[in-house]
């Protein structure tokens, strides 16, 4: 269990990791015009209650995100990892869930902006390599714009075995690749699923795409030849929200 603290940049970022009951927020950085405005947006409850806050110029909090070249908006918080999630714990007796799976996604800001999507849209959680993950950087939580808070996150040490594990737990697996050979809004998604994402640039490895059970496909435009993955996923996660609330 790692309980090491880093730092988070950000309006959303940081006013959704105080929302959070299971987060732990150490201190917390801001502006006289930012602790007015997280007032003005909580009129009924004080996010700074239980906190540390100390009052700082926007140039003096610019230290915290120099490194990045993020704009800080006036938050800059210290804050602690969640416990990590046991992915065989919570897949136990449940019934129609839909994970994501990231193969060799590296990219901080693509996995905040995924983030940020499969949270709008219910997913159930996310699956990615362990030391692919980005835990402690300032820009995927500032993409994550604050979802991140609110997501399920697998950190798993081998993305084949476990989705080996996985389909033999009655899940199915689609592997998303621009030479799929049915239209993913063709698919008739039922039982629990696992959507498979690879790099952009490099799609799925291909030991990794072996344990898809169906490759499937976004039709795009022939003028575009593929588009950012998470830009692909939330197309995706669209589609199976307006599925399920259909069927619901």
């Known amino acids: 269990m790692n309980k090491s603290s ?12 105080l929302k959070n009951p299971k987060r732990k927020v150490l201190r917390v950085f801001l502006t006289e015009e ?10 009924k409850r004080n996010l700074l209650k239980d906190v540390k806050v100390y009052f700082k110029t926007k140039k ?3 230290k915290y995100c120099s490194k990045e070249n993020l704009l800080h908006q006036g938050y800059v ?10 992915l065989k714990d919570f897949i136990k007796e449940k019934e129609g869930i839909t994970l994501v799976c990231l193969d060799g996604v590296t990219d901080p800001r693509n996995i905040g902006s995924l983030i940020r999507s ?13 030391r692919n993950f980005p835990s402690e950087s300032k820009l995927m939580y500032k993409a994550s714009s604050g979802a991140i808070e ?30 799929g050979k049915e239209n993913f809004t063709d698919i008739k998604w039922r039982g629990n699923n696992i959507l498979l994402f690879g790099s952009e ?6 030991h990794t795409s072996k344990y898809a059970d169906f490759l499937v496909r976004i039709d795009i435009s022939k003028k575009i030849e593929s588009l950012n993955i998470s ?18």
């Open 201 to 206: 640039g490099s799609g799925m490895h291909r």
């Open 60 to 62: 003096e909090l610019d």
């Open 77 to 86: 918080a210290e804050i602690e990892h969640f416990e990590k999630l046991i």
């Open 150 to 179: 609110y997501v399920n996150i697998f950190e798993v040490s081998n993305i084949n075995s476990t989705l080996k594990n996985l389909k033999d737990k009655n899940f199915w697996v689609y592997g998303f690749d621009g030479a």
């Open 6 to 17: 880093f730092f988070i940049v950000g309006q959303h970022a940081v006013i959704e990791a």
């Open 34 to 43: 930012s602790k007015k405005n997280i007032h003005r947006k909580n009129p």
């Open 118 to 130: 499969a949270t709008s849209f219910n997913i159930d959680g996310i699956i990615i390599k362990e």
């Open 231 to 248: 830009n692909s996923a939330a197309i995706v996660f669209h589609h199976l929200s307006y599925l399920k609330k259909t069927v619901d």
